[in-house]
């Protein structure tokens, strides 16, 4: 890519071609963080410390410089080399600060950058392209784990403010980068521009994995073993996916709007990685929202198995008592106090020798028949188990 998407995009704000409706650039926090805080950060207070790193793509190969201070990052960037510079940790705000006004990035976009959690955006002004996003990981028993991550395009830099700090942030793309040679010069800062958005979304599909693999595990519980507890842990991935949904899918329509208000200006490359990013955000969307519909399948799933089970308690009661109710009768009418004396009527069997067996072989036999007609009508199958 001959020229940089920034240099289109700051023409585009200068022709005014690319409008904004009043506040579109003021930071909306989220009411509360899609997901637990990462374990460094509950180590730390819930805010870990800031340190600067930087790789500055020479000609000759790629430099790695660490735990930066002012002076160096100054030094850096009046020297002109094309640099990638991670903020990680937000523990300092003040040198946070100081690290945005020093790069020029503008001051409307700091708040969005330094204030979490936010929700996922995307923003043009000046010469900065800006994109505020969350990455997600699955912690302990598929809960989800969240860290928002500001990715800055300008002119000579890529500028990542990422919350928690790794060892080795976006490894795929820092391997791919020192492998390369020559290293990436100007023209190619929009391509890692776009690297690292797309690193941020593939860290989702192998967390949709983990969840499809469970969900699959919890629909075949609810035929086995409904317990409430497979309804909870279902209801728990869906509150899951409803997040995960909700923090990606705005990178979407943000990013058409950006196409087509500056169509004219972005060339076919830069239109093009915002395609396949926008591709690539619709197909995680589409992957949660089929999970999100196994996890409705799973709770359809344990109705019924637990409907099955009700039925099969009650057709158990349902034998017993038609077994029974000719017993009762029988035993009631014979339980009769009568005085043989005085009624007109008699019963005979009181007075047989035999009486007494005979009514028990008889309510016997009334049994033995009903069970034999309720097997041959199928009533003694077990509805509930597995076909």
């Known amino acids: 890519m001959q020229h940089g998407i920034t240099s289109k995009l700051s023409n585009t704000i200068k022709g005014s071609r690319l409008r904004r409706s009043s506040g579109a650039l003021k930071p909306h926090r989220l009411s509360e963080r899609p997901g637990d805080l990462p374990g460094p950060l509950f180590v730390h207070g819930g805010i870990a ?15 790695r410089r660490a735990n930066l201070n002012l002076e160096q990052l100054e030094d850096l960037k009046q020297g002109g080399a094309p640099l990638w510079l991670r903020v990680q940790g937000l523990g300092d705000p003040q040198l946070i600060e100081q690290v945005l006004a020093l790069l020029e990035v503008p001051a409307e976009l700091h708040p969005a950058l330094v204030e979490t959690p936010q929700r996922t955006r995307v923003d043009v002004l000046g010469e900065s392209l800006q994109v505020v996003t969350h990455r997600f990981e699955m912690g302990a028993s598929c809960q989800l784990i969240s860290e928002q991550v500001g990715i800055v395009l300008q ?14 942030a976006f490894p795929e793309l820092t391997h791919w980068m020192e492998q390369l040679q020559p290293p990436p010069g100007y023209g190619q800062l929009d391509d890692i521009f776009f690297f690292l958005v797309d690193e941020v979304l593939d860290q989702m599909l192998p967390l949709l994995e983990q969840l499809a693999d469970q969900l699959d595990y919890l ?19 869906r509150s899951t996916l409803r997040h995960a949904r909700a923090m990606i899918w705005p990178l979407r329509s943000q990013l058409i709007v950006l196409m087509r208000q500056s169509k004219r ?7 093009r990685s915002f395609r396949e990013v926008t591709t690539h955000v ?19 799933s344990y109705m019924a198995s637990i409907s099955n089970r009700m039925n099969q308690v009650m057709k158990v009661l349902t034998i017993i008592s038609s077994i029974f109710v000719p017993l009762t009768f029988i035993a009631g009418v014979y339980g009769m ?18 009486g007494y067996p005979i009514c028990l072989a008889f309510m016997l036999a009334i049994s033995l028949l009903q069970l034999y007609w309720l097997w041959k009508r199928g009533w003694f199958q077990d ?5």
């Open 49 to 63: 410390p800031t340190r600067l790193e930087a790789l500055i793509f020479h000609p000759d190969g790629l430099q």
């Open 155 to 168: 002119s000579n830099l890529v500028l990542t403010i990422e919350e928690v700090p790794r060892p080795l």
């Open 219 to 237: 629909e075949e519980a609810t035929l086995r073993r409904p317990t409430p507890r497979v309804l909870r842990q279902a209801y728990e991935i």
């Open 265 to 271: 200006i972005l060339d076919r490359e830069a239109i």
């Open 282 to 300: 619709e197909v995680v969307f589409e992957t949660a929202e089929l999970l999100r519909h196994q996890c409705d399948g799973v709770t359809t």
């Open 337 to 354: 106090n009568f005085n043989p004396e005085t009624s007109p009527w008699n019963m005979p069997e009181l007075d047989a020798y035999y």
């Open 383 to 387: 509805w509930t188990g597995m076909r």
